[in-house]
């Protein structure tokens, strides 16, 4: 089966301006997690989705954003980029944590690079 | 909020040797545990995941780890490990809130 669809792979963006990622997540699953990993922080949760809901949220401004579309896929959108916000980002889905399935499968990521 | 020590940051070895990484969490209550693996250049991958039930969960590539609830452990292990297992190694937590909680990763290096 298909696995997590990230796009875009690689995006540069200039500072000020913002950007929006997609994934797809694997078919059936219907909660979809973000994250982001840098050199410097690791790999830190940004927020879950699970039908079109969010249910919880990490500890980041609140530049970052997040959506879920009835068919699951779901967009992340970060504005007024700074250049701290240059790193990997990750989704990852599963088909429902709060029934006890935490088989979370990661995308390959979007590298987003901020000049 | 859950945090998550692994107590090596580099580890190298040569092929053949054994492997084992530490991994501590703080939270006090259930969890359930997961390592992942990364590639040089590839994605997030599952190795083996602790739930509930036996507290030694075998994994791919012939690696395993032992839940050891008393001590907030959940260390990984190889018994020999091959050039291939070059990659970048995370502990991760759930405490049922729709997240995971990674530790800061260890890269580990095998020499042929």
Same mark, same amino acid.
């Given at each position: 089966?298909?696995g997590?669809?990230?796009?875009?792979?690689? &995006?540069?963006?200039? !500072?000020?301006?913002?950007?929006?990622?997609?994934?797809?997540?694997?078919?059936?699953? !219907?909660?979809?997690?973000?994250?982001?990993? $840098?050199?410097?922080?690791? &790999?830190?949760? &940004?927020?879950?989705?699970?039908? *079109? $809901?969010? !249910?919880?949220?990490?500890?980041?401004?609140?530049?970052?954003?997040?959506?879920?579309?009835?068919?699951? !896929?779901? *967009?992340?959108? =970060?504005?007024? %980029?700074? %250049?701290?916000?240059?790193? %990997?980002? &990750?989704?990852?889905?599963?088909?429902?944590?709060?029934?006890?399935?935490?088989?979370?499968?990661f995308g390959s990521g $979007?590298? %987003? $690079?901020? =000049? | 909020? /859950?945090?998550?020590?692994?107590? @090596?940051?580099?580890?190298?070895?040569?092929? #053949?040797?054994?492997?084992?990484?530490?991994?501590?969490?703080?939270?006090?209550?259930?969890?359930?545990?997961?390592?992942y693996v990364q590639y040089p250049g590839q994605h997030l991958q +599952?190795?083996?995941?602790?739930?509930?039930?036996?507290? +030694?969960?075998?994994?791919?590539?012939?690696?395993?780890?032992?839940?050891?609830?008393?001590?907030?452990?959940?260390?990984?292990?190889?018994?020999?490990? /091959?050039?291939s297992?070059t990659a970048e190694?995370?502990? #991760?937590? @759930?405490?049922?809130?729709?997240? +995971?909680?990674?530790? #800061?990763?260890?890269?580990?290096?095998?020499?042929?």
């Amino acid at each position: 089966k298909a696995g997590v669809t990230q796009t875009p792979r690689y &995006l540069i963006k200039t !500072r000020g301006q913002q950007v929006t990622l997609s994934c797809s997540p694997i078919s059936g699953h !219907r909660s979809v997690s973000w994250y982001q990993q $840098t050199p410097g922080q690791g &790999l830190q949760f &940004l927020f879950e989705y699970f039908s *079109e $809901t969010q !249910r919880n949220k990490g500890n980041f401004p609140g530049r970052f954003s997040g959506r879920q579309f009835s068919n699951s !896929r779901s *967009e992340m959108n =970060v504005s007024t %980029l700074e %250049l701290g916000d240059s790193a %990997l980002y &990750l989704c990852a889905s599963s088909l429902d944590p709060s029934q006890g399935d935490y088989g979370y499968t990661f995308g390959s990521g $979007t590298r %987003l $690079t901020v =000049v | 909020a /859950q945090s998550v020590s692994q107590h @090596n940051h580099h580890v190298i070895l040569s092929e #053949a040797a054994s492997l084992e990484l530490g991994c501590n969490y703080s939270y006090g209550g259930t969890v359930n545990l997961f390592w992942y693996v990364q590639y040089p250049g590839q994605h997030l991958q +599952l190795l083996l995941k602790y739930f509930s039930g036996d507290p +030694l969960v075998k994994g791919i590539k012939g690696f395993e780890a032992e839940f050891i609830k008393s001590k907030f452990s959940f260390n990984l292990r190889k018994p020999s490990v /091959q050039w291939s297992d070059t990659a970048e190694y995370f502990c #991760a937590v @759930n405490e049922d809130d729709y997240k +995971l909680s990674f530790g #800061a990763g260890t890269t580990v290096t095998v020499r042929a």
